[in-house]
């Protein structure tokens, strides 16, 4: 996968990382935060989502989303570990997104995820927005 790595950091740029890997491997990747640079603004712990951008040393506040909430997953592409991000998603559900891909050649609409067992119309809702075909 590949994440922009912008902010205070040594080398910012475009990384390409194993699928799977953290924000904090990201940050190593682009040799780490300046000096008196705070990591406190984003959770290393987090996984990497494909595509997104990652910055570093950015004032916290209501301001500052987080990449997790705003980064749009394909749903033809992303993983189950990926997949757990989205609201009211947990691991089940992520592999019967996953099994639903496989079986059915891939998502032809964000609406098909509708057929999915265990998405109803609230959670549909919920984590339309934050997927694409």
């Given amino acids: 996968m590949t994440v922009h790595i912008t902010g205070k950091v040594r080398k910012p740029?475009?990384?390409?990382?194993?699928?799977?890997?953290?924000v904090a491997d990201?940050?190593?990747?682009?040799?780490?935060?300046?000096?008196?640079?705070?990591?406190?603004?984003?959770?290393?712990?987090?996984?990497?989502?494909?595509?997104?951008?990652?910055?570093?040393?950015?004032?916290?506040?209501?301001?500052?989303?987080?990449?997790?909430?705003?980064?749009?997953?394909?749903?033809?592409?992303?993983?189950?570990?990926?997949?757990?991000?989205?609201?009211?998603?947990g691991e089940v559900l992520a592999a019967r997104i996953a099994d639903f891909r496989t079986t059915h050649g891939g998502f032809t609409s964000i609406d098909q995820l509708r057929e999915v067992s265990g998405i109803g119309a609230k959670k549909y809702e919920e984590i339309k927005g934050k997927v694409r075909v």
Avoid: K, W
């Fill in 13 to 22: 740029g475009l990384y390409t990382l194993a699928m799977g890997a953290r």
């Fill in 26 to 89: 990201a940050v190593t990747a682009a040799g780490g935060p300046l000096r008196g640079t705070a990591t406190s603004s984003v959770n290393l712990a987090r996984r990497l989502v494909d595509g997104e951008q990652i910055v570093i040393g950015a004032p916290s506040g209501p301001t500052q989303a987080d990449p997790a909430t705003t980064t749009t997953l394909d749903l033809n592409s992303a993983t189950p570990d990926q997949l757990e991000q989205l609201p009211g998603v």
